[in-house]
């Protein structure tokens, strides 16, 4: 494609092409979007993610500002959808700072005895259904923390982060690198304005140098910023952590269904004459 023509009316005007100009937007869009989901899972690479009470005093302001990123993005590559408007979640998330194991200790410690009929001390059969439903919880937090089912697992994280944060930051060392051509081509016309007649000629293929140094440096930005739109690579990587969140989710719903069975049949054996 001969940028130069395309964009020769633009830079004799003093603007880069509209091209760019949208180019720089998208991105702009979709790298705010990939820090706000960063920071907001960063927070999951510690066992226990979920206790400390001041993720709970910012995981409602960081999942909006999410929403807001991903809509702009997505508001700058579907124009003419109607796209709605991120939602302000307005409660805020309050996050427990106990380990399912101390409930589980607190129902093993109540349960004396048990009996034919269920299992457990007719008279106390809540300390039996604390300690099912520790237990229970306690799977859950193991398989929560093991490496291979972590639903925000880092080996899914850290090569999104590296692959799109490399691919983004190449993209604006070339676009500082245009800015930076065009203050030189504007200081090269500036020259130009002011040279004698001896010297417009010295000072004519100056400002042709620079144009076609910020051609040659605009097209190179442009293709930098459309690999970052098009690089299957991040969604490589989020396909990847979805799959995990899903096992996850499969594994601990099948766990919970199996503590709820026993949960039932304590109600059941145990609810009354």
């Known amino acids: 494609m001969d940028w ?19 180019l720089e937007t998208r991105v702009d869009a979709l790298r705010q979007a990939h820090l706000t989901l960063l920071k907001i899972t960063k927070v999951f690479e510690s066992e226990a993610y979920d206790y400390p009470s001041a993720i709970s005093e910012n995981i409602s302001e960081l999942s909006t500002s999410l929403g807001h990123g991903i809509t702009a993005f997505a508001a700058t590559n579907l124009k003419g959808t109607r796209i709605p408007a991120a939602w302000l979640h307005r409660s805020r998330l309050r996050l427990r700072n106990t380990r399912p194991c101390r409930m589980r200790l607190f129902g093993s410690a109540r349960s004396a005895s048990a009996t034919p009929d269920c299992g457990y001390d ?42 799109l944060n490399s691919a983004i930051n190449v993209a604006m060392k070339a676009r500082q690198a245009v800015r930076t051509s065009r203050l030189e081509l504007d200081g090269a016309k500036q020259t130009l304005k002011s040279a004698s007649p001896a010297k417009q000629e010295v000072a004519r293929l100056q400002v042709e140098n620079a144009e076609d140094d910020l051609v040659q440096k605009t097209e190179v930005a442009i293709a930098l910023m459309q690999k970052v739109l098009s690089n299957p690579e991040p969604i490589k990587h989020l396909n990847e952590l979805a799959k995990a ?18 949960l039932g049949a304590i109600e059941l054996g145990c609810g009354g004459e």
Do not use: C
């Open 122 to 163: 007719r008279e106390e059969p809540l300390a039996g259904a604390l300690d099912v439903y520790a237990a229970g919880m306690d799977k859950v937090l193991l398989l929560r923390e093991s490496s291979t089912t972590r639903p925000y697992g880092w080996n899914h994280l850290h090569p999104w982060q590296q692959n």
């Open 245 to 262: 969140q899903l096992i996850f989710y499969a594994v601990a719903a099948e766990t919970l269904s199996t503590t709820q069975a026993e």
């Open 4 to 22: 130069g023509k395309r964009f020769s009316t633009s830079f004799a005007t003093g603007e880069l092409p509209q091209e760019y100009k949208d």
